[in-house]
């Protein structure tokens, strides 16, 4: 019978009689003690396979001289680095082991095993020794059975990712001067542009400047997308792709730099835990160079200022201009809060957000991924926002000027009526901390590497720690507090707090109270009263006397009775 592995094994480059020589030609058969998985893998398709062929034959010599059988070869073109790529052919060599089908896994060198460190390489040798089974590293002569070599595995594992990160941070920086020289990093090029073959600056594309430059004008003009959308579909006019145009499309192509032939910038996304993943954002900002300026890859469809501009005229239609709400995008606009609690208020089943749901609040799992998520809850949302105006008063009034909270509060105020600040404090942290960066990979590359002579080092030092000092005064004045004084008041704040809206409601709130969990009912159509049934977790983790509850209680229904006479 054949081997189910023949047509991969011949695609590898193998011919039929060196397949019979190194006994990989008949389906093998025996004991699980005597049969082998053979594991091999290279990181890029552009890799020769000429290794891949002396790495199997290696694992095949390394097998019959231990009278072993290859069961079945496994192969992939996979990054072992990356922990957010699954390796589904190594999966299934792991489990051919696990399923008792053979007792061996050969693997040429402990990095094609995995370059995630010891950890990884330690937990799999655990679940191989429980089925009594082994991993061989056929160049390195290790034998995970053998006494000690679980160390070795794990040293060799933990050089194997340093040399991962070795790899990414030389391809990152690489490719970060690359952009840095002002040369278009590859991909698909804005709408009137193109990249020529052997090229590295943009131009701009004679069968589709003219139209891009009308839209252009047309967002200089202050006409909104979807009139843009409506009239180039009018028209007959169609995308690269031959599709309508919509809106998004249109403010997607005024917010990509390079569509004013500038480098755009990127951020790497981070877990939870602050470790990087595998993954890139674009952001709608040109990368800087060291003045500051933006950096130029070629021509572009509009200018740097009419760039600009277009940018500030979206940026007056979100209130993003003027400071008014929180822009959660780049796009036609924003959607005002329009309630107090919502998604701030957490289900008491599965402990997510509930959102709007009209006049109540519902849980967001339930409404999103139905009832085998969450089974959900739904209270009123008027008595819900007038009892957190009940608790946050209560609360604030009971607390002393110094209290941290209350330093919280007038802090996060004072941001949020100048967000213009904070944002312009932002960039400049992120620009320090870039600074900072690159003098640590200058100091690497003089002091580590050696890759850079005495006076490159001394000119390029100079300037980077000009551009750090220049950084610092800017970022000491950003940060410098401003007076807090006259918002150390309990009573000034309840009288912003009775004044503002319900964004601002909402940020004074969320400065107090970490988080707010509604109890579940006792029983269907509860009707205890919903102060009690709100579980605050203040910031500085005090909670509301009974006594105080209870007088909360009497004067929200006291609010609610005259608010039903009028």
């Known amino acids: 019978m054949e081997r189910a592995d023949r047509t991969a094994l011949r695609g590898l480059g193998f011919k039929d009689a060196e397949l019979k020589e190194l006994g990989l030609w ?234 004013a032939g500038l480098v755009p910038q990127r951020e790497r996304v981070f877990d939870d835990d602050g470790n990087a993943l595998e993954k890139w954002v674009k952001r709608p900002e040109p990368l800087l160079n060291a003045k500051g300026e933006p950096i130029s890859c070629g021509e572009g469809v509009v200018t740097y200022a009419e760039w600009l501009k277009i940018q500030r005229i979206f940026g007056e239609r979100t209130g993003a201009a003027r400071g008014k709400g929180r822009t959660r995008g780049t796009g036609r606009g924003v959607r005002q809060n329009t309630t107090v609690a919502g998604w701030i208020l957490c289900c008491p089943f599965c402990g997510g957000p509930m959102s709007n749901g009209g006049t109540n609040y519902r849980c967001e799992t339930r409404v999103s991924s139905g009832l085998s998520a969450c089974k959900g809850t739904v209270t009123a949302r008027d008595r819900v926002d007038a009892a957190i105006e009940t608790l946050w008063i209560g609360h604030i009034v009971r607390l002393s000027p110094e209290s941290p909270t209350i330093h919280e509060i007038a802090r996060r105020w004072l941001n949020y009526q100048n967000p213009e600040k904070e944002a312009h404090k932002r960039k400049v942290t992120a620009m320090y901390d870039a600074a900072i960066e690159r003098q640590a990979k200058l100091r690497k590359e003089y002091f580590v590497l050696g890759t850079m002579s005495e006076e490159d080092f001394e000119y390029l030092r100079g300037q980077q720690d000009e551009i750090v000092a220049d950084l610092k005064k800017e970022y000491e004045a950003l940060t410098r507090e401003a007076d807090l004084t006259p918002l150390m008041n309990p009573e000034s704040l309840t009288t912003i707090w009775q004044a503002e809206g319900v964004e601002g409601k909402r940020e004074l709130f969320k400065a107090a109270c970490k988080k707010l969990t509604l109890k579940p009912p006792a029983k269907k159509g509860d009707r205890t009263p919903i102060l009690k049934r709100l579980a605050p977790e203040w910031r500085d983790d005090s909670g509301l006397p009974d006594d105080v509850r209870e007088g909360a209680q009497k004067t929200l229904d006291r609010r609610r009775a005259l608010k039903a006479a009028a």
């Open 26 to 259: 008949e389906r093998a058969s025996g004991e699980p003690g005597d049969l082998a998985e053979a594991y091999i893998r290279r990181s890029k398709k552009k890799d020769t396979l000429t290794n891949l062929r002396g790495h199997l034959r290696d694992i095949c010599r390394r097998a019959r001289e231990e009278g072993k059988q290859i069961r079945h070869v496994w192969f992939e073109q996979k990054s072992a680095s990356k922990a957010t790529v699954r390796r589904e052919e190594f999966e299934q060599a792991c489990n051919a082991v696990m399923q008792g089908l053979s007792k061996t896994l050969y693997v040429w060198r402990t990095d094609r095993l995995s370059r995630r460190g010891m950890g990884a390489v330690d937990r799999q040798i655990d679940e191989f020794d429980r089925k009594s089974a082994r991993i061989c590293s056929v160049s390195e002569g290790l034998d995970s059975s053998q006494p000690g070599m679980r160390i070795v595995f794990g040293i060799l594992a933990d050089r194997a990712r340093e040399e991962a990160k070795s790899i990414t941070e030389r391809t990152q920086s690489s490719s970060d001067e690359f952009k840095r020289e002002g040369n278009w990093h590859g991909g698909v090029t804005p709408f009137g542009l193109y990249s020529p073959k052997g090229s590295k600056k943009l131009k701009r594309d004679p069968s589709e400047y003219p139209l891009a430059r009308r839209i252009a004008e047309y967002l200089l003009d202050r006409k909104v997308p979807q009139w843009i959308a409506e009239k180039l579909n009018s028209e007959g006019k169609k995308t690269r792709k031959g599709k309508n145009w919509r809106a998004q499309t249109i403010i997607h192509l005024a917010h990509t730099p390079a569509w």
